[in-house]
């Protein structure tokens, strides 16, 4: 199975460097993966970077705890947004969704939806699934669809957990085939990456892209 069009080409660490971002975006643009995912504030490098190729500009939003208020959000997402971002992950506000106060996590993935759309971008909301019950991933997946959201994906990757099968199984069941969904966190080999996308995954955020393209499988290889 080739995996390089579910990657979202994954650096997220505090202390990367513009050398290692570039090398992220050769490595996305020689392996054609579906995007990099960098903090916002290497998006301007990244756009550089990849123009003129296929490979999106990925950010993230709110990272990576959620509770920023909405128009902080916002401010920071216009940003992005005015300097190449074309895919934005949100982390959705899990203080609010713990308080029970899904209108409030509605209307915050609402306002960045908007934005996004506006400039021909998608959003991804990051519902932190290692934080939440069942029944509180339900209703993160049911606020994010409602909310206009393209995508839900399950963790930050900086949490207490990250993608399960269980938790990509429930989010796909939950909004069926209405929202991408992304999984994200700990997918370091073939065999775990071919399990979240037989459950329903479509996306792939990870820092193990290249080898997961290269290693192949016990079915062949790609």
């Known amino acids: 199975m080739n995996f390089a069009s579910y990657i979202d080409h994954t ?3 505090p202390d990367a460097t513009r050398e290692q971002i570039r090398k992220l975006c050769q490595e996305a643009i020689q392996f ?3 995007s990099v995912c960098l903090n916002p504030f290497y998006v301007p490098q990244a756009a550089k970077e990849l123009k003129g190729s296929n490979v999106k500009v990925c950010t993230v939003v709110g990272f990576p705890l959620g509770s ?6 916002s401010a920071e ?13 949100m982390v959705m506000n899990v203080a609010a969704a713990k308080n ?3 209108e409030t996590v509605e209307k915050d993935i609402q306002a960045l939806a908007e934005l996004c759309h506006k400039s021909g971008a998608i959003l991804k909301v990051i519902i932190e699934t290692c934080l939440l019950t ?3 991933k339900t209703l993160a997946c049911k606020a994010s669809w409602a909310a206009g959201a393209d995508f839900v994906k399950t963790s930050t990757g900086f949490s207490t957990g990250g993608a399960t099968i269980d938790d990509v ?13 992304k999984a994200s966190g700990g997918i370091k080999d073939a065999a775990t990456a ?6 329903g995954a479509n996306r792939l955020g990870t820092s193990s892209g290249v080898s997961l393209v290269t290693s192949g499988t016990s079915k062949g290889g790609y």
């Not at 920023?68 to 959000?73: I, L």
């Not at 997402?77 to 992950?89: M, Y």
């Not at 071919?194 to 459950?199: C, G, H, T, V």
């Open 169 to 181: 199984k429930l989010m796909r069941k939950t909004v069926g085939e209405n929202l991408g969904v």
């Open 11 to 13: 650096l997220l660490k």
């Open 68 to 73: 920023t208020p909405t128009a902080v959000k």
């Open 100 to 102: 029970g106060e899904w």
């Open 134 to 136: 069942n029944e509180e």
């Open 194 to 199: 071919e399990a979240l996308i037989a459950a």
């Open 32 to 34: 054609q993966f579906a």
């Open 77 to 89: 997402t216009k940003w992005v947004l005015e300097h190449g971002a074309q895919e934005v992950d």
